[in-house]
């Protein structure tokens, strides 16, 4: 069992599968998929296959049964790494997906009360999404006028 390396602070992961044991600095989703395939997990398939992730807690095998599709998200995800989530730079406040921050924004009293110029650069950095995307979205709600935009 591999408990006493959990709190390691210079590790972010520490793959649990089967007992691996394998540590992983700066591990993110790529990183992570990556080595799963050396444990037979692919991304792909309908396959049904159970989740073979030993919580380092209590050495229970999670056991859940996924589609094989599913089962990078189950484990990089909230459920054992959390590889996934992003916390809000501004409110702090976690969210389940990255990807997901722009939406997050839409709503954020931390983001909304910034300037445009600092919006654009934060959301330059976290969102994928053209920061016209935004503008659209908040023109939409009646957040902001459309005669404002510039």
Avoid at 71 to 85: D, F, Q
Avoid at 116 to 136: G, N, T
Wanted: some cysteine.
């Amino acid at each position: 069992m591999i408990t006493e390396s959990i709190v390691d602070p210079d590790v972010d992961v520490i793959c649990c599968w089967g007992g691996c044991g394998e540590r992983f600095v700066d591990a993110d989703k790529v990183t992570y998929q990556k080595h799963l395939l050396l444990h037979g997990v692919r991304t792909f398939g309908q396959t049904i296959t159970i989740c073979k992730w030993i919580d380092p807690e209590n050495g229970e095998e999670c056991g859940k049964p996924l589609q094989m599709q599913s089962m990078l998200k189950h484990v990089c995800g909230r459920t054992h790494v959390n590889l996934l989530s992003k916390m809000c730079p501004l409110c702090k406040r976690d969210q389940a997906r990255g990807s997901n921050i722009h939406r997050h924004w839409l709503s954020c009293i931390f983001f909304i009360e910034l300037d445009e110029e600092e919006q654009k650069r934060l959301w330059s950095e976290y969102s994928k999404k053209p920061f016209d995307w935004y503008l659209e979205q908040q023109e939409t709600r009646g957040v902001i006028p459309s005669s404002s935009r510039t």
